[in-house]
Each structure stands twice: as C-alpha cells, then as structure tokens.
C-alpha cells in the first residue's frame, strides 16, 4: 500500500527533527523534506542538512535557493517604506518566515500531498504565518504540526529522539539564533523578561573593528547598489557585503519589544547591521528628494505594509496596492549617503544627490531667500493663517 505523503518544513534542529521520526514511525507517513535557504546559510551548512535528512529518513529533501527572490519581493519594499517596527526592528525573522513559507507552499503543490507540517511551537507567531500560507496555496492539504499539538518540551522531544536511537548533538545551546538575509534573531534567558541586555559573547557577530571607517553607500531608484565605490549587479549581494563590513563594529545590535500575533508580548535581541544602515542611509535621501507629503503619506503606508507582513498577512492584495505606491516614491532616490563607522555605533555625515531638494539656488534654512522677497512672505503668512485668525476673532468671547 502506497504511503500518503507529508511535505515537511525542514531545518535539521531539534524540533523538525522530532517531526521527521513521528511523522514517519508514528503516523506512517512518506516524507519530503524541504529547506528554504533566504541568505542564512552556507554551501557546507546545506549539505550537512541534506546528509542529515537523508539520515533521519525522508523519502526526498529539496533545497530551495530563495534568497535573489526575497530580496526582490520583500526586502526591497521595507527598505522602500524605511520599515522598522516599534522604530527598532527591522523585521529580519518576519519577513524570512513568510517568504520561506510561501517557497515550500509552491514546492509542495507540485508533489500533491495528503499532508503539510511544521515544527513551530503554539507559543510563537511563525505557527501562524505557516499556517495561513499553506492553507492558501495547498487547501485540501492538512496542516501537522506536532510539537505544536502535542504541546511538547524541549527534554520530551530529546527523550523520544533518543530512545529512536538518533545520533545528534542534543546539547541545549544558551541561546537560540536564526540568521538570514536581513538579519541575525538572538533569544536567551535575558530576554525571557522586560529586563536584561544580551551578554557579548550571545552575538553572533564579536566587535574585532576599533578604529574608525568612513562608508558610502549609493542608491538608484532606492535601492542599494554601491558600497564604497563598488557597484553590486544585484542589491542582495550589496547587503552581504555591508554586514561584513558593519557587523564587526557591533552595529545594528539591539533588544525589540512587540506585539506578537497571538496577543502577547515579546522580547528578542537581534543583530542587524546591513539593514540599519541601508534604511537610514535610504531615509536621509528621502529627507532630501522627496516632497513633505510624499514622506508624510509613504510612512502611513509603510508602518500598515510592516504590520501586516509581521503578522504573515503578505499574500493580502491590498500589499500589491501598497508595494505600487512605495515603487512609485523611488522614482528619483537615488544618490549617495556617507558614514561614519565606529565602535557599537555609527555617525551619518549627510547625503550627495542631484535631486537633492535643498539646494541654495532657492535659499539657505535661517540664512538667505533667494526666490522670494520678505513681502512675499508677509501676503503667503496672512493668508495661510486667515481662517485660524477668523475663527478667533468670531469666538474670542468664548476663548
């Protein structure tokens, strides 16, 4: 009797692990495996999953190299919209998450499954951008998520690992790291509750940078596409290259506190120093070339755009509207934007651009009009404050 087949989300830790032997031994069931690589893994450390894989026993293990398409599909729009939640995060496992859902979603409507599972937990937010993704694109499948279900700790997934006589490292590393394309997530026991600061050696990234660099990042139509000169055919690879340069300083660390989708609070650290830099050299460019109400309704825009994708809403088609708008904002972000790396932090020194709006052919701020004359400014403030003088002047026996 042919076996039904279960696609699983695979990552080669402890609790895809787990679901690979209950979801054989257990329920019976033929396995494919999938890993969605977005920019957080190396060549070797994909081949050891796969020898993992294989070892664990699924029937089939693909690796999906997504990492050119989440750039073009997700990070190049919270860069467009300057994007970070709470003015801190900027959305490094959220966004991760939903691209490599919906990757593994395309991948397993080709295999025509019975079944697709998960290994999240029921206490976190990626149970549900999984879920919503796949019960989209693969309806008639039936979502497994096991660790989740069955409600099961971190000692009860290694006991039955073991007595299934598995040979991994089941040593409970300090702290839990997820590491991709726009950023590294650091969970410990500082970040169980409202205080606490990660220790040094919990980021992935040492500070071996002390003495101080000069940066210059250039954009064209607001994406990122040269570092210091060099020009990146692809903005992704731009991206790699800064953290390079960035993280060694310990740049872009920090703690973000938010809502989850569930309803409660959460706290995580993260290390995120190509993405910091990329959205504030992009946001100082803005200052400069667009106009007050561009920024103004881009903002609105974006803080909803960042939101909704935290909270897996990605395949929404109102995002598609909103993505049109911030494209639409880009037309003429491009230029350069210069800094200075040093230590734990950096200075933005200013931008080059020539859309640059604030040019002194029309006046220097607090100096000197040059095209306009102080009568002309006399009649445009009258005018402007005409209906607040009215309104006084009617209620002033009410004021």
């Known amino acids: 009797m042919n076996k039904k087949k279960v696609v699983l989300a695979y990552s080669g830790g402890l609790d895809t692990s787990y679901c690979v032997k209950y979801l054989s031994e257990e329920r019976g069931l033929e396995i494919h495996s999938v890993l969605v690589n977005t920019g957080g893994f190396s060549q070797k450390e994909l081949d050891e999953v796969e020898k993992r894989a294989y070892a ?6 693909k690796t999906i190299e997504e990492t050119s398409n ?61 879920d ?11 979502i497994i998520t096991p660790i989740r279900d069955m409600r099961l700790s971190r000692e009860e997934e290694i006991a039955y690992l073991q007595s299934k006589g598995v040979d991994m490292d ?3 590393s300090a702290y839990s790291i997820n590491k991709g394309l726009w950023g590294t997530s650091v969970g410990g026991k500082e970040t169980l509750s409202s205080k606490g600061y990660l220790p040094e ?19 064209v139509k607001g994406e990122l596409k040269s570092i210091n000169g060099k020009e990146f055919t ?9 953290e390079k340069i960035a993280a060694p300083f310990g740049i872009g660390r920090d703690i973000h506190v938010g809502d989850t989708i569930i309803g409660i609070k959460g706290r995580v650290g993260f290390e995120a120093s190509a993405a910091i830099l990329t959205i504030k050299a992009h946001q100082a460019l803005e200052k400069h070339i667009l106009t007050k109400w561009q920024i103004y309704w881009k903002d609105q825009v974006a803080a909803f755009y960042g939101n909704w994708l935290h909270e897996g809403q990605f395949m929404d088609p109102v995002m598609r509207d909103l993505e049109s708008m911030m494209e639409s904002s880009q037309k003429f972000v491009t230029g350069k934007a210069f800094f ?7 200075q933005l020194i200013g931008i080059e651009s020539e859309h640059d709006l604030m040019s002194a ?3 220097n701020y607090g100096e000197m009009n040059n095209a306009w004359t102080g009568d002309d400014v006399k009649g445009f403030a009258k005018i402007f404050g005409n209906q607040s003088a009215i309104y006084h002047q009617v209620n002033q026996e009410n004021d």
Not at 132 to 142: C, N, V
Not at 234 to 242: G, K, N, R, T, W
């Open 56 to 61: 664990m026993g699924v029937t089939s293990h």
């Open 70 to 130: 989440y750039y073009s599909s997700v990070i190049k729009y919270l860069i467009f919209g300057n994007v970070l939640k709470n003015s801190t995060y900027p959305l490094s496992v959220s966004a991760e998450r939903v691209s490599q859902a919906m990757a593994i979603a395309k991948y397993a409507k080709t295999l025509n499954p019975e079944y697709i599972a998960h290994g999240s937990t029921g206490a976190g937010n990626d149970q549900v951008r999984f």
């Open 234 to 242: 692809h903005s992704f690879e731009a991206i790699q290259a800064l």
């Open 201 to 219: 050696e919990a980021w992935p990234t040492q500070v071996t940078k002390t003495v101080e660099e000069d940066l210059e990042l250039g954009f």
């Open 170 to 172: 089941f040593s409970k």
């Open 340 to 346: 200075k790396l040093l230590p734990y932090r950096y």
């Open 132 to 142: 919503m993704i796949f019960q989209t694109y693969l309806p008639d499948a039936e």
């Open 361 to 363: 052919k029309f006046g």
